[in-house]
């Protein structure tokens, strides 16, 4: 399990995300599982971790939140 | 990394190349104070140390020195051969030389490195390799000197420093950084949305006012509830920081007491001391004249004195005795060859004498005394015995056949010391009961002493365990306690009424924002609505990722150093740790018993391996992060071990699965020598360290340190 897997674990754990978003995050012990996933928090918290890649670069950050809300506009319901 | 060749040429007590080779178990150095222990943990501090050139002087061999000829010069170097991914060595070395004024001069400072690529050995700048693969960040958790340095949490930002290195926690960063830190990607992704979602709102014509009145709303419980969260901060902390003196006071609370209980003793001890030595008097000289002492040790030539004395006395006597009869008998011998009894000398007179001597006629017998004849020579004869008996007597000196006292004096002395007899013969039993009486009370004076000793060393002892407090400051610990009381007690309050404050306005943010979002569903808005709930609740998830990782590290490091406690502390009361982390990020290491009991003074030895414990938790969670093991070097961990514990801990670290390097004086009995029992009953490499013999107290140059294997 590489650093990103286990972020994305302890991410997904948080009992109030998955309770209100009705998700197992032991269905997702990978980033690639998680972007594949039909529920769109799952794939927002992967696209985020996958996105920032542990950078604090401003640019990313409006790249990646871009990909995020598009991503979220189209699929939350 | 595991550390398989080191090598110290010229190092202080180093003299000459000194190579080690090393296994990845335990090794043990043994060696007493002086004999380069400490020596051999500085060669290594200064080859990892990476920040600068240090060419000490103080660093050469003063042996090498005073042997080095004027204009040559000779090399000081400390290498390392490791295993880390493949072999490798760092090696520093500087040259020094003696110039025409015996001076020294350094120069041609070196710090290489060397890594097999294949078959080949490439150069690299030494720091750069030891930075690669023995990191700065390691290295503060593998060195250690003494005992007292083995908590390292004694510096507060060691926790924080330990999680942000070996924990995933420098991963959040980008993502989220705290609650008074928006600068990562979930706070910016919330505000982001949020904003979107108020434009949405704002745009929607529909519910403006009350769009309006809402957003004023909550504007303003946002802003309350930053200053809240940034005052429940402040207290927080400094409700930390006087609980932090509080505890440290209530710890030097019992050393204060032991303190003064120790300072009682004592000043009793030395009062006692005093008293005995009083009664004390070894003037044995001056009795030895004075009382007569010294006849006790000549009896024999006392009572030979006394013979001989008695002797010439009766001597004396019987040579008088003769001496008179002699006299008397020449005396009555003349009277009895004279035979008549002559007249007086003035028998005629002296005027008749003359006269008949002037007419040459004897008037007494009335005839003719011619001269020539020799009834003139009786008449002048007569007349010179008159003339001479008429002149005044000169006593005729006799001739003393002991004219000098000394015997006399002699016979008085042995008299006068015959009276003290009964004294003398009793004066070895005086002697011997003066002396026992003496020894008795200056044993009693030693016994006093090593209990004033023992003091002594307990007050050093409860000192160095108070973070090098001074007796003085530790007496005067209890100055500011009640400020402090008083000042924890308003933070906590303030902690208390501020949280209050800070849920009640959460809870009025979450209603006023649940108002907010009602009215943006069924609007144009509700997407962005449930975009920015969903970024919110991410930014959450992440925020207690975060602490959860923290929580999990801490977990771990507990888990594992109590794995350790136990093993290091056979058949006896060990207790659990506990790593208390502050609000402030600090942290401290606590005992605590199965019942949550916190074990305020646990005893040096279990310190020692509870500190041990965690550096050995530490050192896993290292090797985890960095699948790589390291090696944890030790100088002299284990001074207030008693013999036997500390042979069941080396035998119990050898049996873990590290490279372990410990200096120690263990093993050695109090004469220096090796216990070669104990040795034995190890199952790890030693080495002896000594000073190569002979050597001179006083002159450095002739100190060089031997290391002899001793068992492998």
Redesign the interface.
């Known amino acids: 399990m590489n650093n990103k897997d286990k972020m994305l674990q302890l991410v997904l754990s948080d009992e109030k995300l998955n309770s209100f978003y009705e998700f197992n995050a032991d269905d997702f012990p990978t980033v690639e599982d998680a972007l594949n996933s039909e529920n769109p928090i799952v794939v927002a918290v992967a696209k985020i971790i996958e996105g920032v890649a542990g950078s604090s670069d401003r640019s990313i950050f409006k790249e990646t939140y871009n990909e995020v809300i598009n991503y979220l506009n189209q699929n939350i319901l | 990394m595991i550390i398989k060749e080191i090598t110290i040429e010229n190092f202080r007590s180093y003299y000459g190349v000194n190579t080690i080779k090393f296994n990845d178990g335990l090794m043990i150095f043994i060696g007493d104070n002086g004999d380069g222990k400490t020596t051999f943990f500085e060669a290594l501090e200064w080859l990892f140390d990476t920040s600068k050139q240090n060419l000490d002087l103080r660093l050469i061999s003063e042996k090498k020195i005073l042997e080095l000829p004027e204009f040559e010069s000779e090399v000081l170097r400390v290498s390392m051969t490791f295993d880390h991914d493949g072999e490798k060595i760092v090696e520093k070395s500087f040259s020094f030389s003696k110039d025409a004024n015996n001076e020294i001069k350094t120069s041609n400072f070196q710090f290489k490195g060397f890594e097999n690529e294949g078959a080949e050995r490439v150069p690299i700048q030494g720091g750069r390799l030891l930075d690669r693969c023995f990191e700065a960040a390691i290295r503060k958790y593998c060195l250690f000197k003494g005992e007292e340095n083995l908590n390292v949490f004694n510096n507060p930002d060691a926790l924080n420093y330990l999680i942000e290195t070996f924990s995933?926690i420098r991963?959040?960063?980008?993502?989220y950084n705290g609650e008074d830190d928006t600068?990562g990607?979930?706070d910016?992704?919330e505000y982001?949305?949020r904003k979107?979602f108020e434009k949405a709102m704002k745009s929607d014509k529909q519910n403006s006012q009350q769009e309006k009145d809402l957003s004023s709303k909550l504007d303003l419980l946002r802003k309350d509830l930053s200053d809240i969260r940034q005052r429940l901060k402040s207290n927080r902390e400094n409700a930390t920081n006087y609980s932090t003196k509080l505890n440290e006071i209530e710890n030097s609370k019992e050393a204060s007491e032991l303190l003064k209980a120790i300072n009682e003793r004592l000043k009793s001890l030395r009062e006692k001391k005093t008293q005995t030595e009083k009664h004390i008097n070894e003037e044995y000289s001056i009795k030895l004249l004075d009382d007569m002492w010294i006849l006790g040790g000549f009896s024999s030539i006392f009572e030979e004195f006394q013979q001989k004395v008695s002797l010439f006395s009766r001597e004396k006597r019987k040579l008088e005795r003769e001496e008179d009869k002699l006299k008397g008998k020449q005396e009555l011998a003349k009277e009895i060859a004279e035979g008549i009894i002559p007249l007086s000398p003035n028998i005629p007179d002296k005027i008749s004498m003359q006269e008949m001597i002037k007419d040459e006629f004897c008037k007494v017998c009335g005839r003719d005394a011619k001269e020539g004849t020799d009834a003139y020579d009786f008449m002048v004869n007569k007349l010179n015995d008159l003339i001479k008996s008429q002149q005044p007597i000169e006593k005729e000196t006799e001739k003393q056949l002991f004219p000098n006292s000394f015997l006399r004096e002699l016979e008085q002395k042995s008299s006068n010391l015959e009276y003290n007899q009964a004294e003398i013969n009793n004066l070895i039993n005086t002697i011997r009961d003066t002396i026992e009486f003496n020894e008795a009370r200056k044993a009693d004076t030693n016994k006093i002493q090593e209990s004033i000793d023992i003091e002594e060393e307990n007050k050093k002892k409860l000192l160095a365990q108070n973070d090098g407090l001074t007796e003085e400051q530790l007496q005067n610990a209890y100055e500011n306690i009640k400020n402090w009381w008083d000042y924890k007690g308003q933070a906590e309050k303030q902690v208390v009424i501020l949280e209050k404050e800070e849920s009640e306005k959460q809870k009025e943010l979450e209603k006023y924002q649940e108002e907010y979002n009602n009215l943006a569903k069924g609007s144009v808005a509700d997407?962005y609505r449930?975009?920015h709930s969903?970024?919110d609740?991410?930014k959450?998830?992440?925020k207690?990722?975060?602490e959860?990782?923290t929580q999990d590290f801490l977990f771990q490091l507990e888990d594992r150093a109590n794995q350790y406690l136990e093993r290091l502390n056979i058949d006896g009361f060990y207790g659990i740790i506990k790593i208390i982390k502050s609000a402030d990020g600090a942290a401290r290491i606590a005992l605590q018993d199965r019942n949550d009991t916190f074990i305020s003074s646990p005893n040096q030895a279990l310190k020692t391996t509870m500190y041990m414990s965690v550096l050995f938790a530490v050192s896993d969670l290292t090797a985890l992060k960095r699948d790589n093991d390291y090696p944890l070097i030790f100088d002299a961990p284990t001074s207030s071990f008693s013999p036997q514990k500390e042979s069941d801990f080396f035998k119990v670290i050898s049996d873990i699965n590290k490279q372990c390097i410990i200096f120690t004086k263990s093993f050695l009995t109090e004469n220096g020598m090796l216990d070669n029992n104990k040795i034995d009953s190890q199952n790890c490499t030693i080495y002896r360290m000594e000073k190569q013999r002979p050597f001179s107290n006083l002159d450095l140059s002739t100190i060089q340190t031997k290391l002899t294997l001793i068992k492998e």
Not at chain 2, 171 to 175: I, K, M, V, W
Request: aromatic content about 18%; hydrophobic content about 40%; cysteine-free.
């Open positions: 995933n991963q959040f960063e980008p993502y600068s990607f979930t910016y992704a982001q949305s979107a997407t449930k975009i969903a970024l609740k991410i959450n998830a992440f207690n990722a975060k959860k990782n």
